[in-house]
């Protein structure tokens, strides 16, 4: 029998945890993660793909399992040695092993190997077990607009401005409202390499529980990709984000607002489309949603969606690839 051919869009933590239930679930599929590049960010003059990082170390075994993201046994003396010069950003913590890979990447970019390159080269070292590729090559990065919260208050609108995602996630908490994501870049990028052929060579393509706006969102605005899912032969399964109206980890709510998006899971299929989804599912708390669903002509299914274990992980996996034979049949 054929090895089964499973396209995965993928952000971090999220993306990063279904794809380890995936890879348990069907352990000879050939796996291949389109990964998010728009959180990408320049610190210390190095080039930091976090999405890239987190499915790379969690599938490779050498993340931070408490936090989702970084390295395990990590230190950080030399982010420390930085702040004692007064360098900064303080509020991204870099530790002393992930600063290796950044140096790596940083290098192998200076001397012209494109990130797809560049992605398969570090992934020689932590053997995933998937074909990680970056959605892109070319440079994108998304930016949140909000009220400036350093600007004098005044008369008259709030001032406002557009600053990194990483920015409004990690120093600001999405405490401040999101007014627009713009991914930059994404408009004049093209598909990284191999990007389109394993959309149009699936059996299968999956959206993992990740940030349906700044991660598979920004993975589908870079020109190709979306018209190459919403065109594949394959059937189209998702997975909710939002369990009880709520994320189940993370702000996703926060840019789910600033699209004119609900936080429910019947809205955030809705945000996808029929045009690009095939099946839905829904965690069994949102049960009433899968007639709504359906009615916009998404298959939809309620089963657990709780991440807690790599089995329970695994069995939602096994729904989702079930739901597509079903659409497939």
């Given at each position: 029998m054929p090895t089964q051919r499973i396209v995965v869009l993928a952000g971090g933590i999220g993306g990063a945890r279904f794809l380890r239930g995936l890879k348990s679930a069907v352990p000879d599929a050939g796996i291949t993660v389109?990964?998010?590049?728009?959180?990408?960010?320049?610190?210390?003059?190095?080039?930091?793909?976090?999405?890239?990082?987190?499915?790379?170390?969690?599938?490779?075994?050498?993340?931070?399992?408490?936090?989702?993201?970084?390295?395990?046994?990590?230190?950080?003396?030399?982010?420390?040695?930085?702040?004692?010069?007064?360098v900064g950003p303080e509020w991204f913590g870099l530790g002393d092993r992930d600063f290796a890979t950044h140096i790596v990447r940083t290098q192998m970019l200076g001397a012209g190997y494109p990130?797809?390159?560049?992605?398969?080269?570090?992934?020689?070292?932590?053997?995933?077990?998937?074909?990680?590729?970056?959605?892109?090559?070319?440079?994108?990065?998304?930016?949140?607009?909000?009220?400036?919260?350093?600007?004098?208050?005044?008369?008259?609108?709030?001032?406002?401005?557009?600053?990194?995602?990483?920015?409004?996630?990690?120093?600001?908490?999405?405490?401040?409202?999101?007014?627009?994501?713009?991914?930059?870049?994404?408009?004049?990028?093209?598909?990284?390499?191999?990007?389109?052929?394993?959309?149009?060579?699936?059996?299968?393509?999956?959206?993992?529980?990740?940030?349906?706006?700044?991660?598979?969102?920004?993975?589908?605005?870079?020109p190709?990709?979306?018209?190459?899912?919403?065109?594949?032969?394959?059937?189209?399964?998702?997975?909710?984000?939002?369990?009880?109206?709520?994320?189940?980890r993370g702000m996703a709510d926060k840019v789910l607002a600033a699209v004119g998006v609900e936080s429910t899971a019947a809205a955030v299929a809705g945000h996808y489309g029929s045009g690009l989804l095939d099946g839905w599912l829904v965690d069994t708390v949102d049960a009433g949603a899968v007639e709504t669903v359906e009615a916009a002509g998404i298959r939809c299914r309620a089963v657990p969606l709780m991440m807690t274990d790599t089995e329970a992980t695994a069995a939602m996996a096994r729904?989702?690839?079930?739901?597509?034979?079903?659409?497939?049949a």
């Open positions: 389109i990964g998010n590049t728009g959180d990408d960010i320049h610190l210390f003059g190095l080039k930091v793909c976090p999405d890239l990082d987190t499915v790379m170390y969690t599938l490779g075994g050498g993340i931070h399992e408490e936090q989702g993201w970084g390295r395990a046994g990590e230190s950080f003396a030399v982010k420390e040695e930085l702040a004692a010069y007064g990130l797809s390159a560049v992605t398969e080269a570090l992934c020689e070292r932590w053997q995933p077990g998937v074909r990680l590729l970056p959605m892109s090559d070319d440079r994108v990065e998304t930016h949140v607009l909000i009220d400036d919260p350093d600007a004098a208050a005044g008369p008259g609108a709030p001032s406002r401005k557009a600053v990194h995602f990483q920015e409004y996630w990690v120093r600001l908490r999405a405490g401040v409202p999101a007014h627009a994501i713009i991914p930059v870049g994404a408009e004049q990028a093209k598909p990284a390499p191999g990007v389109l052929e394993a959309i149009a060579a699936a059996d299968v393509i999956l959206f993992p529980p990740s940030n349906p706006v700044v991660s598979i969102g920004t993975v589908l605005a870079v190709g990709i979306r018209e190459a899912v919403a065109g594949a032969s394959a059937p189209v399964v998702g997975l909710s984000p939002i369990v009880g109206d709520a994320p189940v729904e989702a690839l079930a739901l597509a034979e079903e659409v497939r």
